[in-house]
């Protein structure tokens, strides 16, 4: 189930797009109603408005992301994207970790190719812990808020 949004995410959201700000939001509740223990880590960058979800409070746990930088459309992206299978071939990037996907609408989301990509996703977080147990589930948690942004006015 899907958790509301923080009053932290909801004011870092103001200076996007009403199109941004919606998708963003539909696309979280996507990730939540999956990962309901997984915990939202909120990070409100100079470029950018990031929320991830992690097995702990630690951005090295993360497994997916969301990312506004004001461009009316939205990353969905993958910490450790290079790591995981993407078959069907839709995950940008060229980087050694993070791969992602560009979300403009609804209609374009592939939603069950996603899923299969955050299986794999989630599974090598679990991995990674190195056999430590998830001891925070369900959080929401703002982790950074940097003074200066260059954001959409």
């Given at each position: 189930m899907s958790k509301a949004p923080s009053k932290d995410l909801?004011?870092?959201?103001?200076?996007?797009?009403?199109h941004e700000k919606e998708l963003a939001l539909w696309l979280r509740k996507f990730v939540w109603d999956l990962y309901p223990?997984?915990?939202e880590l909120i990070y409100d960058n100079y470029n950018a408005l990031a929320f991830g979800w992690s097995l702990s409070d630690k951005l090295g746990d993360t497994f997916c992301s969301i990312a506004i930088y004001g461009k009316e459309y939205v990353h969905f992206g993958f910490y450790r994207g290079a790591d995981i299978p993407d078959y069907?071939?839709?995950?940008e990037g060229k980087g050694s970790q993070y791969r992602y996907l560009k979300v403009a609408n609804k209609k374009d989301f592939l939603a069950d190719k996603i899923e299969k990509l955050l299986k794999y996703a989630y599974a090598n977080a679990v991995v990674r812990m190195k056999g430590k147990k998830q001891t925070i589930k369900g959080e929401i948690i703002t982790k950074s808020i940097s003074p200066k942004k260059r954001r959409p006015k």
């Open positions: 909801l004011k870092f959201m103001k200076p996007f797009s009403e223990s997984a915990n069907d071939k839709i995950l």
